[in-house]
């Protein structure tokens, strides 16, 4: 039984003010496996006040410092791929190939931003002014269960990298995976007070993060609801925002398409992270010309997808997160259903044999329009929905028919039909017959996806204000 006591602050492991323990479960097996002790809105105070002692000073800093600290960062968290992977197996569920991406990736995003300041540049000539990028103060960093780690490490690296000190308030779901990134950073012994972690609930911890004046800017990964309320409660103290929300993404498989080279595709698009991913492709739109051959080769295709164990090398799904999780994803595909949608497989219940854990099976629906529900809404879990358009310009008016626009994937033979479809989506990124990720470019949303981009010199523009400097020449 995992017993977390502690929260950090200014350098040290504390014990929170905060007095409530909340129980960690495996998502597998529904047992509690541990539980983590809460912090408070004066946790967060307190916090917020180390990071603003801190802020002076590490503002300052050079380039030179900053990587110094970084690489000693890098060097810790990379030491404990192997516990974050244990952690992430045990708290999360995530299958092993996937577990493992999640356990390399704390590592490689701090790598990622280390490269991205080496080479920034915090100062221009711009005619007669000197413009210069300064960092906006004490960021607040908030993030959700489905990568707790890779986004603390990706957030406090660029805030680090651009010169502010921050506050986190991670998912109180994944406490685990912090006591680990925590002990990490400790580790590398960085400055006392610029970086933070309360453990805590959103609607404490969190909000007094959006509420307090002395935080400059949030960077926020979660839902679309939370995103807004940051939005409207960090207007008060003109809070900088950054938000990562989600997305209900489409898959667009052009009339060319050779159905069964896409089809691994279009599976690993929408099933990515057991479906609770905010990139996954949920909305599967094809030519009505042709939805009974691919309705016959997803149904094969999926038939081998199993949901289980994710210890096992067998599974390609792991358990929902959460019972409420679990519940909210049953609770769609009976929607489905009552909308008139058609189970091309998977459906409600635990799939066959499975008596505990909060798995569900592989489901995806067809003969659906893109006004029902599970065609508009975010369920986050493995459900896909196939969507029959006529021409490619009701392919693509469909693709933009959504209120997300966080990443879309275009499947084709003809290379420049799927540019010029991927050219209309209205999606912060757009994939052609590949799911490859490029780290160096922006990543985020249009519309309720987002607003801002993380990664490469976009991520570190976010954490910083350019400041025109004019000087008289007499
Ligand atoms: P969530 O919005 O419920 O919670 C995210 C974080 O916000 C948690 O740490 C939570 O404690 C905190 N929070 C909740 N209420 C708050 C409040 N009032 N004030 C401040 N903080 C508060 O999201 P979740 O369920 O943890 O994660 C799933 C969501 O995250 C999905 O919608 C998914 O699409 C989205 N997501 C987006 C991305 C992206 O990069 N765009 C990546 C992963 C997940």
């Known amino acids: 039984m995992h017993r977390i006591k502690h929260s950090y602050i200014n350098g040290e492991f504390v014990t929170p003010h905060g007095q409530e323990w909340f129980d960690l479960h495996n998502p597998s097996t529904e047992e ?47 030491a404990r791929e192997d ?19 999640m356990a390399t990736y704390p590592a490689d995003v701090i790598a990622q931003a280390i490269d991205t300041l080496e ?60 006591q ?12 006392p007070g610029i970086f933070n972690i309360v453990n805590g609930r959103g609607e404490v911890v969190g909000e007094e993060i959006a ?18 309320h940051l939005v409207a409660t960090g207007a008060a103290t003109m809070k900088r925002v950054t938000l990562e929300l989600g997305g209900k993404s489409p898959t667009v498989v052009l ?11 279009v599976l690993q698009a929408g099933f ?63 929607i489905g259903q009552q909308e008139g949608a058609t189970l091309l497989a998977g459906g409600e219940g635990l799939p066959d044999g499975m008596r505990a854990g909060w798995f569900v099976k592989p489901t995806i629906f067809t003969h659906a329009n893109n006004q029902v529900r599970i065609a508009r809404e975010e369920i986050f879990g493995p459900v896909l929905t196939i969507i029959p358009y006529e021409d490619e310009a009701d392919a693509i008016a469909i693709a933009n028919d959504t209120r997300y626009g966080l990443s879309a994937l275009v499947l084709g033979k003809n290379p420049e039909s799927c540019e010029r ?21 922006p990543f985020g949303g249009f519309k309720h996806s987002g607003l801002g981009r993380e990664m490469g010199r976009w991520g570190m523009c976010a954490y910083l204000e350019p400041k025109t400097l004019l000087t008289s020449r007499n």
């Open 272 to 334: 990515v992270n057991s479906g609770q991913a905010c990139i996954a492709g949920t909305r599967i739109l094809v030519p009505r010309s042709r939805l009974t051959e691919f309705e016959q080769i997803a149904k094969e295709a999926v038939s081998h997808f199993r949901s289980g164990d994710p210890r096992s090398a067998d599974t390609d799904i792991g358990p929902m997160v959460s019972r409420k999780q679990w519940e909210r994803v049953q609770d769609y595909i009976r």
């Open 421 to 441: 479809v991927a050219l209309q989506i209205d999606s912060g990124r757009v994939l052609v017959n590949t799911l490859a990720h490029e780290p160096r470019a």
């Open 83 to 101: 516990a974050l992977m244990e952690a992430i197996l045990t708290e999360y569920g995530a299958p092993l190939v996937r577990g493992r991406w």
């Open 32 to 78: 509690v496996i541990g539980q983590v002790r809460l912090g408070d809105a004066e946790d967060a105070r307190r916090a917020i006040a180390a990071a603003q002692a801190a802020f002076p000073a590490w503002s300052r800093s050079t380039r030179e410092e900053r990587i110094a600290a970084l690489q000693r960062m890098h060097r810790a968290v990379a």
């Open 180 to 191: 680990i990134v925590a002990s990490a950073l400790h580790e590398a012994g960085l400055p």
């Open 119 to 178: 080479s920034f540049a915090f100062e221009e000539q711009v005619g007669s002014a000197r413009v210069i990028q300064s960092p906006v103060g004490v960021a607040g960093l908030i993030t959700p269960w489905n990568s707790n780690a890779g986004f603390i490490c990706n957030k406090l690296a660029t805030a680090l990298a651009a010169g502010c000190t921050a506050v986190i308030k991670p998912s109180e779901m994944s406490a685990m995976q912090t």
């Open 255 to 265: 009339a060319d398409a050779d159905f069964p080279a896409i089809m691994p595709l």
């Open 211 to 228: 509420r307090n004046p002395g935080v400059a800017k949030i960077s926020f990964t979660g839902s679309s609801a939370v995103g807004q």
